[in-house]
DNA sequence: GTGCGTGTTAAACT
DNA sequence: CAGTTTAACACGCA
């Protein structure tokens, strides 16, 4: 159940093991959510090198030599798993690599969606230079909603889930429930930082806790989001509300624009 | 046994 | 009609 820093640390730590080795042979699953079928897939996949994986929003690409590209999207509970002797179950596809090293992407809802060669999608993800402060205000602008929601709202940005919103809120000082369109210039600057710099600060978090794995989350870097978390840092009890029906976790010290 | 869940979508609302 | 809310997906975990 990834965000966008637990994605970023699978896509640098699946390239360290497979990155220039072939990809052998392709084994689909579950093929209800695979836009073209199993034949097709392994006709434009197998022989070819994994040259690059890439994160895009909430999905992986792994781009392979002769130019096609799978993407995928983990949803709620999709994890890449090793497989080994003692291989993980809920498997969706499978990927056999030259060399004998295999991984597989799993998921027991089976919700997690592999798709080959994705359409572009001209939504900016939250890292991208496109996202920046004009685009924000452009996007806030037309928008009644909880700020909360235009920030997951993956047809705007395209990588914020729920945990990351609710830590980024909280550094920005700004109530979950403001409505977008209310929030003053000034403090939509701030958000526009926050965003930038919780999730690069947690990716390199990520980096340090996980130099090697792509089948492990950690969630110790949180400070507002979870349900062990009592205080923000700044000692200030943390409510919990639904919102956008999803639970947002925030402080008083965060001002509410309405 | 109970309740909950880091996402998305279609259907059912207003 | 457009925007918003809900249920469903199906299992592991506390």
Redesign the pocket.
């Known amino acids: 159940?990834?965000?966008l820093p637990?994605l970023e640390i699978f896509a640098i730590n699946l390239e360290k093991q497979f990155k220039n080795k072939t990809l052998e042979s392709v084994k689909v699953i579950v093929s209800k959510k695979l836009n073209v079928t199993e034949t097709e897939l392994r006709e434009a996949l197998e022989g070819h090198k994994l040259t690059e994986v890439l994160r895009v929003?909430?999905?992986l690409q792994l781009r392979f030599g002769g130019g096609n590209i799978l993407g995928l999207?983990?949803?709620?509970?999709g994890r890449l798993m090793p497989v080994t002797e003692d291989p993980p179950?809920?498997q969706i596809i499978q990927f056999q690599f030259a060399g004998g090293n295999a991984f597989a992407l799993t998921d027991?809802?089976?919700?997690a969606t592999p798709t080959l060669n994705p359409p572009e999608n001209r939504v900016p993800d939250a890292l991208s230079q496109e996202f920046n402060i004009s685009y924000l205000k452009r996007a806030v602008a037309?928008?009644?909603?909880?700020i909360k929601?235009v920030m997951?709202d993956?047809?705007i940005v395209?990588g914020?889930?729920?945990?990351?919103?609710d830590e980024i809120l909280w550094k920005a000082r700004i109530s979950p429930k403001s409505a977008a369109n209310k929030i003053p210039e000034p403090r939509l600057k701030e958000l526009h930082q926050a965003i930038d710099d919780v999730l690069r600060t947690e990716i390199i978090n990520l980096t340090r806790a996980l130099p090697d794995v792509y089948d492990t989350?950690v969630?110790d870097f949180l400070v507002i989001?979870g349900?062990?978390i009592k205080e923000s840092p700044t000692g200030h009890k943390i409510k919990?509300e639904?919102i956008?029906?999803?639970?947002a976790y925030y402080t008083d010290e965060q001002e509410l624009f309405v």
Not at 73 to 77: A, D, E, G, T, W
Not at 142 to 146: G, S, V, Y
Not at 160 to 165: H, K, L, P, R, S
């Open positions: 159940m990834p965000e637990d929003g909430k999905t999207h983990l949803m709620l509970h179950k809920h027991f809802q089976k919700q037309k928008k009644q909603t909880t929601q997951m993956q047809k395209r914020i889930g729920n945990a990351y919103a989350e969630r989001h349900a062990g919990v639904t956008g029906g999803r639970k």
